[in-house]
């Protein structure tokens, strides 16, 4: 158990030099509580420190959102903290199709969750590999055809309020540690200078 995870987590990233292997070692000897917390204190320079550290370092797979263990249609959760001024906790959850290989799936179901939900809409995404570079592709462009029962009804990310917060957007998300990734969101191919962290719930 770290002494003091957020500061074990925020110090390296607020260094000269942010060092990539350094900041995942320290993330996988976290408890699942120690790393939400950490990444939940991560600023707007740190998680754009982050992103910019680990391009190319370590590959990020399909099976590191949703493990090939667990069962298709069952969602995992990745609780996430975003750079926007407010709401800035929220949720991005997962699931595996019952259609594709858990071993390598071509794609994941996802959604967003968190308070301004009800507003906002659940934001419904497809996740798709980049595997020229190691990286995934959260794609609002497309919404799933199905999802968990458990999960809100799916909706259109270009009508109302949602396509001023989802619409036409693609985030690119980058492998941290076993647990954590961190994003970058672009509209239309152009980036907003906005990221977010997220720590799978195993």
């Given at each position: 158990m770290a002494s003091d995870?957020?500061?074990?987590?925020?110090?390296?990233?607020?260094e000269a030099?942010?060092?990539?292997?350094?900041?995942?070692?320290?993330?996988?000897?976290?408890?699942?509580?120690?790393?939400?917390?950490?990444?939940?204190?991560?600023?707007?320079?740190?998680?754009?420190?982050?992103?910019?550290a680990v391009?190319?370092?370590?590959?990020?797979?399909?099976?590191d959102m949703v493990a090939p263990h667990v069962a298709a249609m069952t969602?995992?959760?990745?609780?996430?903290?975003n750079t926007l001024p407010a709401f800035s906790n929220f949720?991005?959850?997962?699931?595996?199709?019952?259609?594709?290989?858990?071993?390598?799936?071509?794609?994941?179901?996802?959604?967003n969750e968190g308070s301004m939900r009800w507003l906002t809409g659940p934001g419904y995404f497809v996740l798709r590999?980049?595997?020229?570079?190691?990286?995934?592709?959260?794609?609002?462009?497309q919404v799933p055809p199905a999802h968990p029962a458990a999960w809100p009804a799916i909706r259109s990310n270009e009508r109302g309020l949602s396509q001023f917060?989802?619409?036409f957007m693609i985030d690119r998300l980058r492998g941290?540690?076993?647990?954590?990734?961190?994003g970058s969101a672009a509209r239309k191919g152009k980036d907003l200078g906005s990221w977010f962290l997220l720590c799978r719930e195993d």
């Open positions: 995870p957020i500061h074990s987590f925020l110090g390296p990233l607020r030099v942010v060092k990539p292997i350094e900041i995942a070692r320290v993330l996988d000897d976290m408890t699942h509580a120690e790393r939400v917390a950490a990444i939940r204190a991560a600023g707007r320079n740190e998680q754009r420190r982050l992103y910019e391009a190319g370092q370590r590959e990020l797979r399909m099976t969602q995992v959760r990745h609780h996430g903290r949720e991005k959850r997962f699931c595996r199709p019952s259609d594709v290989d858990p071993a390598s799936p071509a794609l994941l179901w996802g959604y590999p980049d595997a020229e570079r190691g990286e995934l592709l959260v794609d609002y462009n917060v989802y619409g941290v540690s076993k647990h954590v990734t961190v």
